[in-house]
T-cell receptor, first 113, second 114 residues
């Protein structure tokens, strides 16, 4: 069974600073996803990482995947207040022909002006 | 708006009552998923449909829970004899076969059981 752990669980950072959220998973995961969730809202897909060494960037967010270390990172560059949200990583495994997704507990990010 | 929609957005009910939620996926998506999310946690998988067939159910889905997708389009999730522990956000997602399994989530239905 796939288990996904994120750290830190809470992150308070000042605007303009850089930081990294870590996502470890317990066993082989076919894909790695990053989602953003604003309070009371649903999940917004940020990145889908498919292979070892994959790196994707969108604005101030960059996600990477190291399948050998079973580790994905979400790096935040020069944080701005609008990035305040909860970020989830999720892994997936083939389950009878579809990818069953398992989520981590999330990292609540607060960017302080 | 062609995204995933869910109704109602909020539901308050008394313990012991039955509730039903509806999910309309993105129109061309043939896979549909239900998740439950409690406060401070990530979504937990409940069940999955490919077209009208329910192909997997989580152990979390007790016999009080039933889901259907009768024509392979919209889906309903019914909870019978609700309990306070059922209070959560119920999320629906859909995806396309071969689309990298990227799941697109609806806004969720927040259930409060008094």
């Amino acid at each position: 069974e796939l288990k996904v752990e994120q750290n830190p669980l809470f992150l308070s950072m000042q605007e303009g600073k850089n930081y990294t959220i870590y996502c470890n998973y317990s066993t082989t995961s076919d894909r790695l996803y990053w989602y953003r969730q604003d309070p009371g809202k649903s999940l917004e897909s940020l990145f889908v990482l498919l292979s070892n060494g994959a790196v994707k960037q969108e604005g101030r967010l960059m996600a990477s995947l190291d399948t050998k270390a079973r580790l994905s990172t979400l790096h935040i560059t020069a944080a701005v207040h609008d990035l305040s949200a909860t970020y989830f990583c999720a892994g997936s495994m083939n389950s009878g022909g579809y990818q069953k997704v398992t989520f981590g507990t999330g990292t609540k990010l607060q960017v302080i002006p | 708006d062609t995204g995933v929609s869910q109704n109602p957005r909020h539901k308050i009910t008394k313990r012991g009552q039955n509730v039903t939620f509806r999910c309309d996926p993105i129109s061309e998506h043939n896979r549909l998923y239900w998740y439950r999310q409690t406060l401070g946690q990530g979504p937990e998988f409940l069940t999955y449909f490919q077209n009208e067939a329910q192909l997997e159910k989580s152990r979390l889905l007790s016999d009080r829970f039933s889901a259907e997708r009768p024509k392979g389009s919209f889906s309903t999730l019914e909870i019978q004899r609700t309990e306070q522990g059922d209070s959560a956000m119920y999320l629906c997602a859909s995806s396309l076969v071969g689309g990298g399994n990227e799941q697109f989530f609806g806004p969720g239905t927040r259930l409060t059981v008094l």
